[in-house]
């Protein structure tokens, strides 16, 4: 098949050599479980269980909430001890809402779980459903819901269902071994997502440095019409979903499109095994592959692991650490994010483990940029990293968005070349950072600027009633104290001359009940406003 | 001489018809400044800053008599951002140490006056006479208003906790240690 | 284990450091150092030398007066390549206090006023080169013939010092002028330009380097192969030199084609001054020229139509340092203007559009489906 060009891209060294080689082993159950309610992009899961459930495996923990979001099940069964905070698998090891569950090590399934009777007979419309209420998310690290993604087809024609299997992060080897291992069920799962996006046909992308893993999958796949297994050349970063997207059709997707509206669509193929789990098996995603190499690790290998398995505990199982790793990082070593200590759990989205020693860190004393243009030429989007660190590093990020910092996909290219080891990434997801919060910033200071609006109008609408109520009043009075002048004759004509301070202050003491009134229908009004702003 | 005169009456000419295109062609907009000020500013008319409303405020900024921390519902990145446009970077120094807060009402405290409720420029306080008031997160500008009319003084400015949500890598120039900076002394 | 500082990826570098990028191109510029030495004897020895520990102590005083960490930056080669290169720009038989004077301009001036490595709108060597020229027009214009070193005709050791030091002329070194310089004299003086350069420009002699001129710019050849080590190590790409080069070459062929009793032939152009030694090591210096590959084309280009301009209709032989120089400062302008495309978006930086038939296709597609979505209530 024809590839297409591309711009930009590295060669780190793949050391992919200590895991790619041993099959997957599986972890033995952990005794206790850590379910972040918010392992996945958008709205966080809202918990179903309270504290002291028992609860089944492959039970519903938390269910989704909003568009955007998926359900967190329990990877085996036990007790919930708690929902409470826990760190979070994040760099800045800040607390998330978690789920803890105490493994009675029975595995039980809920007694009412049966496996599906077949998936080949669901409509598009169901698989997208079944995959969302398993709770399947993009598994290569972007934990996109892939129900959501699935759902695209109702929007968009889909042309091209691409597999990434390309796995270009270094020493990460998970997804090779699931191809070598589990081809047959991959195939499966590609088929049905096919099928659930209507598409016409499908290419599995593998990088050529994973000859075994081609081999496997091009014969499971032999006799499928439509579906092509290519291999595509080992550059980082290949996985980038458009960047295979760039390769394979030879088309880019528009800023702020979907991949989905050039006809195309990218899943991960531990996400597309997932699927086929959810589908063939009915097992929600409750476990994952994992990579847990890097110097310090004692017996680097790939491990199937529950999800909420403490980082400890797979260091632990992989026979300890060698020496103390200078950077513990969750993820590949170029887009993985670092984790403050072993005590955060592994989540949907993490591929891997790795505790990284300095000597493979290699990360020298920052100096002063020389202009060498090593990061524009490697930076696959087309940026040119080292004018908009320039900026930033005078806090300047406007001038940084005028050379384009909010595109950056974070991969880590630039400063991977960077001979002078300037953190480039770290200003830029720094400048993506401030962006955002001044985006939120801004949203809601549009939102609460239209509030104050909204009550400014509403006093006024209340003071000009007020006042037509004393207008209406003073002329009542009028008229009665005309009456009582001018006995059982006809009504007089109005006496706007006439003081009427006991009427003021009649007025006063009712124009504060409104007052009162009102603030008590404002009261009523409010949760409108509130859920508008959510 | 007559050649050199007629040039550059020519000159003159052409580069006054050209003065007149522009400005005839390239309107410049009333007053933009002061514009985009008061689009910046939170428009709550809390008068915190000590002028009757935003609007005001926006005019003692473009005339340099306010400061551009005058603001606190607006919180760091106004300062940033008004700094930005006047070109008052000096101002905002102190701006990175100012955390955005949100008003809290103790539970212990609220007598359920709902005095604060008529003093929320956003109506961001929620509640019934004789019952605990609420916060509302989203809509609180941290303006301050109600603790000032609290009869009990039971809410109280809370800075916004950090999360993962509004969490963001710091600026790798101004991380406290970590490799040695650019030219750092 | 606690790490307290949150670190961005990526996790594992590239094991490129900045000093050894450095020494890279001063081990590229060693075979022409060493022909120098060769070829102009003690004097063009004393000469690099000076240039080199000169420019270290400015480098020392600079770094040390506004208070930046020595080891870090005085180690980075950074100095030390600014100074040869000035050192193989200069005459041979210049005196002690044209090249302290030098390398005191490059780092002070050219490099440590606008804050350092990476930071200066100019080459430091051009300036300093230029600076020089401009300054002591004798000292900088005094050509010797070339005399191997240890061949009858070579200063010894002690004349040597005497040249350097004393700007001593008890030595009867013959002195010559460079070939762009004679046909700049004689052309002024109207001579037919066909004969002139058969008389002495003999372009074999020329590219191996067996002329008069400066230091490092001799030898066309070593400086080629120099340049050639280092495309081959990727210290810098190829639109650089080419576009340099090449825009030289297509102007000069052109005029010479056009008018070749007055214009002097492309070859003559390519082999003679400093233009491979630009070509290869100014014009490639990454802190003074554009980031972009149309911007490096643009850049080069510029260079090599000024260079022609300047030796052509110019005052001055050589235009090569004014070339680079003029060039140097339209680099932020470049920069600013020429950037890459990027992902999805139009040059102009607007969102590519998706093809018309998709969004036709798109129009008529329905697909009769209740709206599904991810949730699960």
Redesign the interface.
Known sequence: MKLFGF?GG?H??ALKQHTADHPISTLPLPAALYLPL?QHVGEPAEPEVSPGDYVYKGQLLA?????????VHAPSSGTVVAIDEFP?P???G?P?KTVILETDGKDHWSPAWTTPTDPWSL????I??EV??AGVVGMGGATF????KL?Q?????IHNLIINGSECE?YLSCDDRLMRERAPQLIDGIRLTAHAL?AKQATVAIEDNKPEAFAAMSAAAKGINQLNVIRVPSRYPMGWD?QLI?IITG???????RSA???VCVHNVGTVYAIQQALCAGTPLLSRVITVAGGAIAKPQNLEVPVGTLVSEVIKYCGGLNE??A???MGG??????V???GVPLVKGSSGV?A?TAR???????????????C??A??????P??MAAR??A?DI?GAVD??VQ?CI?C?CC?????????L???F??A???L???Q??TR??Q???E??????QRLASQQAARDARKAAKTEDKAKNNTKNNIKNTRPASKNPDRPASGDDAGTQHKGAAA??IA??S??T???L??EQ?? | MITAVTLLTLIGTLLGLGLGAVNRYLPVKEDPLRESLSALLPGTQCGQCGYAGCRQAAEALAEGTASVNLCPPGGPLLVQQLGSILGREEDSSDAGSRTPVLAWVNPDLCTGCTKCLRECPTDALVGAAKQLHVVLDDACTGCGACTDVCPTEGISMQEVPLTLTNWHWPNPQHQDSGPPKQGAV | MKISIPQAAPHVRNPGRVPSLMTTVLIALSPITLFAVYQFGWPALNLIGLCLLSALLFEILCLYSTGKPLDTYILDGSGMLTALLLALSLPPHAPWWIAICGSGFAIIVGKHVYGGIGQNPFNPAMLARVALLLSFPVEMTHWTQAAPLLSTAAPSFIEGLQITFQSSTAFDGLTAATTLGQLKTDLSQGLPLQQLTEQYFQPLDSSLGLTAGSLGETSSLLIAIGGLYLLRQRIFSWRLPTSFLGSLLLLSTTAWILAPEIYASPLFHLTSGGVMLAAFFIVTDPVTSPCTRRGQLLFGTGCGALTFVIRTWGGYPEGVAFAVLLMNAMTPLIDHYVRPRRYGRSRTGTPIKRPLWRRIREFFYTQPKSPSSGSDK
Do not use: F, W
């Open positions: 711009r590295v780190p060294e918010q269910r989704s909430q909003g568009q955007i979001s998926a359900p979070a994040h760099p800045s800040l998330v409509r598009p419309e169901e997208a459903r969302g209420l819901p892939s129900a959501v759902g087809s109702l929007q968009y024609p270094p209507q458009k760039r088309r880019e997707v528009p800023v702020g499109a509206s050039i006809g103390e790793p950077r513990l990082v070593p170029m887009m993985g994010q670092i403050p200590h072993t790795l990284l493979e860190v290699d990360d020298g004393p920052e100096r002063p940029c020389i202009r060498c243009r090593r524009v030429e930076c696959p989007v087309g940026l040119m080292v004018e930033l590093r806090d406007d050379y384009g595109d974070g880590s400063s991977y070349v960077c001979p002078a080891k300037i953190p990434v770290q200003y997801n720094y993506r950072g401030v955002d919060c001044r939120t910033a809601k200071a939102q609460t600027r509030m104050a609006l909204a009550r400014q007052n009162i603030t008590d404002r009261v009004d409010i949760p406003q509130s702003l959510s």
